[in-house]
Nanobody, 126 residues
Framework: QVQLVESGGGVVQAGGSLRLSCAAS????????VGWFRQAPGKDRAFVAL????????DYEDSVKGRFTISRENAKNMVRLQMNSLEPEDTAIYYC???????????????????WGQGTQVTVSS
């Protein structure tokens, strides 16, 4: 069973940047899709981005396209989310999770992910 720990959250002004990290232990991430999701205050958790096992394929929720970049370093068992041009609407708890199925499963559905981390808070002030 893999354990995931998110870090890198914080408070930033609108227009600023943050880089989130998702560190894995217990199992290598290199054969699994990894996703980032977020839960804003009063809202359900929602998809943000995902990356295939070797990084060939990525997918982004429309509101973050062009601002966020997901990447991975399989040698370090790490996935990152670079967030630029942050907006107050990006305020949320950000979670990473690993795909349930081996291989490049490009699904945005939360039910297709497992081993959720505890989350890291991102707050963007206007």
């Amino acid at each position: 069973q893999v354990q995931l720990v998110e870090s890198g959250g914080g408070v930033v002004q609108a227009g600023g940047s943050l880089r989130l990290s998702c560190a894995a232990s217990g199992r290598t991430l290199g054969s699994y899709t990894v996703g980032w999701f977020r839960q804003a205050p009063g809202k359900d958790r929602a998809f943000v981005a995902l990356i295939s096992p070797v990084g060939t394929n990525t997918d982004y929720e429309d509101s973050v396209k062009g601002r966020f970049t997901i990447s991975r370093e399989n040698a370090k068992n790490m996935v990152r989310l670079q967030m630029n041009s942050l907006e107050p609407e990006d305020t949320a708890i950000y979670y990473c999770a690993v795909g349930k199925i081996f291989g490049p499963v490009l699904s945005r559905r939360q039910a297709d992910f497992t081993s959720w981390g505890q989350g890291t808070q991102v707050t963007v002030s206007s």
